[in-house]
């Protein structure tokens, strides 16, 4: 649930970036792709690697610390998400951004590394499966539609950019939803991570 609801936070919040960029500031496509392209690019490869150097550290050997680093970067960055969506500053949107977009590519990594270690050897597959399956439901359908039709709502009928900067602002604060889970797993990952490894399936009668 923590990479579900990380997904619906994050790349739910990015689907409609773009167009919150156009029509708030005015914006044409090239100068809004010009905006976010380099954040993804830059900001994107920088998340990834910085994640996979802080998880190699011997450390993190310890699951919890694993969830406790989600947790403090998840809940962080869901400040800036907020605040990206209620400024009318551009220049503040964009610092903003800068610090939230990466973090829809640093929780992946930790996830599906704790999804690895938690399953039995002979389910990680479907593991795996599961926490995809549910991650782009809600990233893919439940983010891209439910932002649409509240944005519609909330303009009577035809989205504009108050309406739309109303519906991320109620995506935005799932951040803390996602770091819940977190916090809730890392009471319990060690039990969880011990029954994993004494995992034995039955000899077949």
Known sequence: MTSGVSSLW??????????FLMRTYGLDVGE??????????VGGIAASLGTAWVLSRPAMRDPR????VLILGVGFTTLPSILAYATHSLWLAKCMLWVFIPAIYFYIGPCMGLLQNLAPHNMRSMFIAWSL????????VVAPQAIGYLSDWFGGGHGDAASLRLALLLLAPAGFWATWHAYRASRTVMSDVKRARGYAPSAPQ
């Not at 994050?10 to 167009?19: E, F, K, Y």
């Not at 809004?32 to 690019?41: D, T, Y």
């Not at 610390?65 to 406790?68: A, S």
């Not at 399956?133 to 893919?140: A, K, R, S």
């Open 10 to 19: 994050g790349w739910g919040l990015i689907w409609w970036t773009p167009a």
């Open 32 to 41: 809004a792709g010009a905006v976010l392209g380099p954040i993804h690019l």
């Open 65 to 68: 610390r694993v969830l406790w």
């Open 133 to 140: 399956l549910v991650g782009n439901i809600f990233n893919l």
